[in-house]
């Protein structure tokens, strides 16, 4: 398929890799910012826009990676420009990638849309196997089902269809199991290197914490003091943490939450 | 080395299997309760007790892994019955394996003692490998640094001298990347249950939420709504929580967090 991406971000980055390693044709890129743009189009070795009347109006399906709340402008700026410029809206597929937008953002701009979204955790430093990434997707009308399970089907393994409303919620978790945990992995650091202790030390453990939520649920892989509530660690613990009210106040509630759901 | 277990939870189980495998004679498991004492006895192949006063006094280590705030009483106890049973403190070595507890709980109880802190979630129902857990060990004298190195080095390739005082931060670290972690997927998973999703989607991005910070400070591997500072997404998000007080809060405040450290 010929494909035009919206945005240059950590989603777009690794999404276009593996879109022109399953033989996709990347025509151009567009980012709000020309470095980034530039960036990725000589990584799929294609042209950079940072202007979205010059967007190239042959693609199949255009995808929007960008900022949930640039969305709806974007969208309608795109869409004007294309038919503007004399293409066919018509013969166009257009999806974004937000795990927290509706699929009705598309609505009445275009004939033919929907949702592809790889949930997974982005950076452009890193690539990832698209293979394995859990993607949902949503459609409007047969048109853009049949173009983006193609799609889809291209570069995941994992393709599971999945409304708005419950995508919001698939998205709600994500920053619980990602991000969330992301920044206790920081919190962690930060505290370890306050003491001259190396952030290493920590990787068995963070692996083996992941690790045993594929054999048992995560309430019943808990352990540590606030599942034991020892009453005397915690006020040990939380004390170490005086100079630092806001963790301070994570680290109660969290322990707290933690022997609430034991 | 003849070794007594003091403890028969999830830490003294994974324990005394590796002591075993790697060679060691465990001669009788301790516990407080009669099924836990007698479960791991069974594995150990060992006589079981919930008798402090029937401990056997021929060990050259015994290791007490148990709640934190039960430590000192069973260390008065412990040293008390061994003496008055014959048993020579002096050709003893006594250890505990508490992250949160100082070393000089043994003061004046025993001449030769230290801390055996391997840093790892334990689950009875889950094997680990203890080669390659971080095991940070403490001791008083030489009598205990001799026993007590020769121990770790045979069940552990990791093995690292460390205070109390810097154990404290450890074992507050090891809180954050594990237990908190742990809860947040535990979090994740009851949002999905009540939307009918299959936790299991998860594991693809818990897995690399983890392999991240291997390759990336978690600083540098942050994405999402929070570090992106996308306030649609996290007004949105914590508004899907507003049946559960605790846990928007909890959004709110680790989204802060995030954002205040990006």
Redesign the interface.
């Known amino acids: 398929m010929k494909i035009v991406l919206i945005g240059a971000g950590?989603l777009a980055t690794n999404l276009g890799k593996a879109l022109k390693k399953a033989g996709h044709d990347i025509l151009q890129v567009y980012s709000r910012t020309a470095t980034s743009a530039e960036a990725l189009a000589a990584i799929l070795d294609c042209p950079a826009t940072t202007d979205l009347t010059t967007i190239d109006n042959r693609a199949d399906v255009y995808i929007l990676s960008i900022?949930?709340?640039a969305l709806r402008d974007v969208i309608a700026e795109l869409t004007h420009s294309l038919t503007s410029s004399g293409g066919d809206l018509t013969e166009k597929v257009f999806l974004h990638t937000a795990g927290?937008m509706p699929m009705d953002v598309f609505k009445d701009k275009a004939p033919h849309y929907g949702v592809f979204y790889p949930?997974?955790?982005?950076?452009k430093?890193?690539e990832?196997d698209f293979s394995?990434?859990?993607t949902f997707i949503e459609w409007n009308d047969e048109t853009a089902h049949t173009r983006l399970a193609a799609l889809a089907q291209s570069i995941s393994r994992?393709v599971?269809p999945l409304s708005t409303a419950?995508r919001?919620?698939?998205?709600?978790?994500?920053?619980?199991?990602?991000?969330?945990?992301?920044?206790?992995?920081?919190?962690?650091?930060?505290?370890?290197a306050?003491?001259h202790?190396p952030?290493d030390?920590?990787?068995?453990?963070?692996?083996?914490?992941?690790r045993?939520?594929?054999?048992?649920?995560?309430?019943?892989?808990?352990?540590?003091?606030?599942?034991?509530y020892?009453?005397?660690?915690i006020a040990?613990?939380s004390a170490?943490?005086a100079d630092d009210p806001?963790?301070r106040?994570?680290?109660e509630?969290?322990s707290?939450?933690?022997h609430?759901?034991a």
Request: net charge negative; proline share 4%; with cysteine.
């Open positions: 950590n900022k949930d709340k927290s949930m997974q955790t982005f950076s430093a890193r990832v394995i990434i859990p994992c599971y419950d919001k919620y698939l998205h709600l978790s994500a920053v619980w199991a990602c991000n969330f945990v992301n920044h206790c992995y920081d919190i962690a650091a930060g505290i370890l306050a003491h202790l952030f030390v920590m990787l068995p453990l963070i692996d083996e914490t992941a045993k939520v594929h054999a048992l649920s995560p309430h019943d892989a808990q352990t540590g003091p606030a599942v034991r020892d009453e005397n660690v040990a613990q170490l943490l806001e963790l106040q994570l680290y509630l969290l707290k939450s933690i609430r759901h």
